[in-house]
């Protein structure tokens, strides 16, 4: 068999060359959320060839995550994200190396993350607290940082854009992560995903952000020492999201890590050749 993957890689392999793939495949990423985001992330990374791949989350499946999230069932309610994520992404690639964490990134958990171990750090958390803290963590490494902002009130694809976070606009979450920042005297830059779409949504006298709360009280049988965290309650209103919308970021994120990786290969060959050229 011709190649350095199986045929599973094939069109990938086609696309980006061999020594493409074989950089795809010794990168690490760390995403942080695999919600509705993060999850389309993880698949699309996984199914081009990245094979060292950490998805932290601290969250159960819930039944309202079924409209937008990769793991999420009615078989799975109550399991942990990132628990059923790996094995969905185990299945797509068994000789991947998947390292699920169920765990809240906060400034009490932040220093058991070393982002030297990583190539790749992807935001996809919406806690804005916390997000504000790994960024600025991620901006302070070496590591290579890629950000989602906002992905709810919005069901217009066509206007998701990538760009500096000091350049996104018409974004409500992009706006307070800007100011955390500046209050912070973070400096540097990132690439983040974007819209300035914004929808006003409904509100319903049931659910998330009524008396009435979907959230799984505990996990499934199977995981019972599962940690049981929901933010429902904690959230001053719930807003509505599309698959449509989040996969888009998602798939948006992970391609900035590909073409990162298959870029820098690239110019790393051209000037290989530019070398022997001129010897």
């Known amino acids: 068999m011709k190649g350095s993957f199986v045929g599973a890689f094939h069109r990938m392999e086609l696309l980006t060359g061999t020594e493409s793939l074989k950089k795809l495949a010794q990168k690490s990423v760390i995403i942080f959320g695999v919600g509705g985001v993060g999850s389309w992330c993880a698949e699309a990374l996984i199914r081009s060839g990245i094979k060292r791949l950490t998805i932290v989350d601290s969250d159960l499946i819930c039944v309202t995550n079924i409209n937008r999230q990769v793991q999420a069932t009615h078989q799975t309610i109550g399991a942990v994200k990132v628990t059923e994520l790996g094995k ?39 806690s804005l607290s916390n997000k504000v803290s790994l960024l600025q963590r991620a901006m302070n490494s070496p590591t290579k940082l890629f950000c989602a902002l906002g992905a709810s009130c919005k069901l217009d694809p066509t206007r998701i854009q990538v760009s500096s976070i000091w350049d996104s606009y018409g974004c409500r979450l992009g706006k307070l992560v800007r100011k955390r920042l500046r209050r912070r005297g973070a400096k540097g830059d990132f690439l983040c995903v974007w819209s300035d779409e914004l929808l006003g949504g409904y509100e319903t006298e049931w659910g998330c952000a009524s008396d009435t709360c979907f959230c799984p009280q505990s996990p499934k049988e199977d995981q019972e020492d599962a940690m049981v965290h929901e933010w429902c309650s904690k959230k001053k209103k719930i807003n509505g999201s599309a698959v449509h919308i989040t996969a888009i970021y998602g798939f948006t994120l992970a391609g900035l890590v590909i073409q990162d990786i298959v870029k820098t290969e690239e110019s790393l060959t051209c000037t290989v050749k530019a070398q022997g050229a001129s010897v």
């Open 88 to 126: 969905r992404l185990l299945e797509i690639n068994p000789d991947a190396e998947v390292n699920a964490v169920q765990k809240i990134f906060s400034k009490d958990t932040e220093e058991e993350f070393d982002f030297s171990d990583f190539d790749y750090v992807i935001d996809a958390i919406d």
